[in-house]
């Protein structure tokens, strides 16, 4: 199975350390944060990686290089215009097959053990989901038993991790350009497509600073 990691963000939020750094390659802990999903993907035996980028991208490129350091190959998927989470995985099918592919966004830290993804998919979409955190209070979807269904059905919700199994039958009807992966999910939740599973570990959202420094504390915990 190959991976996916979304690093087009142009992180405006984490300004000014985004200003002349790409968000993936801000640090927590004196490591970048995509080289935590580099060493955890590789680790779980992934080791064909495609990553999305955009603001900044070529130093991506030049940190991360063809990825054998990391002990996994990486394909980059260049976007010269923002096309969000939709767009930039639809755009980067070619190089990601035909079968199911794990898709991680580039700007969470995570302890979950992506092992887990390596599992047959049942529908079109399986989710990792999260309690909600303090920024997200709403949520996002239901989990009931192991299906996925949109939280407006009713019920206590969760929040999308940014981790997921995606199979390219679920971006069978889009065609290029900027678009949300959101309503290619509820569609297929709508259909009993979606799987899904509850992340009973660490995870942040590394939106803003004090995210960032809630990472760096958990980092340091755990050393």
């Not at 690093?7 to 390659?25: M, N, S």
């Not at 944060?33 to 955009?54: K, M, P, S």
């Not at 923002?82 to 700007?107: H, R, S, Y």
Request: aromatic fraction near 6%; hydrophobic fraction near 45%; charge should be negative.
């Amino acid at each position: 199975m190959k991976a996916m990691i979304l690093a087009a963000g142009k992180g405006e939020r984490l300004r000014p350390l985004t200003l002349h750094t790409p968000k993936p390659l801000i640090c927590a802990g004196g490591v970048p944060l995509i080289e935590y999903h580099l060493r955890a993907l590789a680790a779980a035996g992934f080791t064909e990686i495609v990553i999305n980028h955009a603001w900044l991208g070529q130093q991506i490129e030049d940190h991360l290089g063809d990825g054998s350091r990391f002990g996994v190959s990486i394909h980059y998927s260049p976007e010269g215009e923002p096309l969000e989470t939709g767009g930039g995985i639809f755009k980067a099918l070619p190089l990601l097959g035909d079968e199911p592919f794990a898709v991680v966004n580039g700007d969470i830290w995570t302890d979950y053990d992506f092992g887990a993804l390596r599992q047959p998919l049942t529908g079109l979409a399986h989710l990792v989901l999260v309690d909600n955190p303090a920024h997200h209070t709403t949520g996002d979807f239901c989990l009931i038993g192991k299906q996925v269904e949109d939280g407006v059905s009713g019920g206590d919700t969760l929040t999308y991790s940014g981790i997921a199994v995606l199979h390219p039958v679920l971006f069978k009807e889009c065609a290029a350009g900027a678009f949300k992966l959101a309503p290619l999910l509820r569609k297929a939740m709508a259909a009993g497509q979606v799987t899904g599973e509850r992340l009973l570990g660490h995870w942040v959202d590394v939106g803003t600073h004090e995210r960032l420094a809630e990472v760096e504390s958990l980092i340091e915990g755990a050393r």
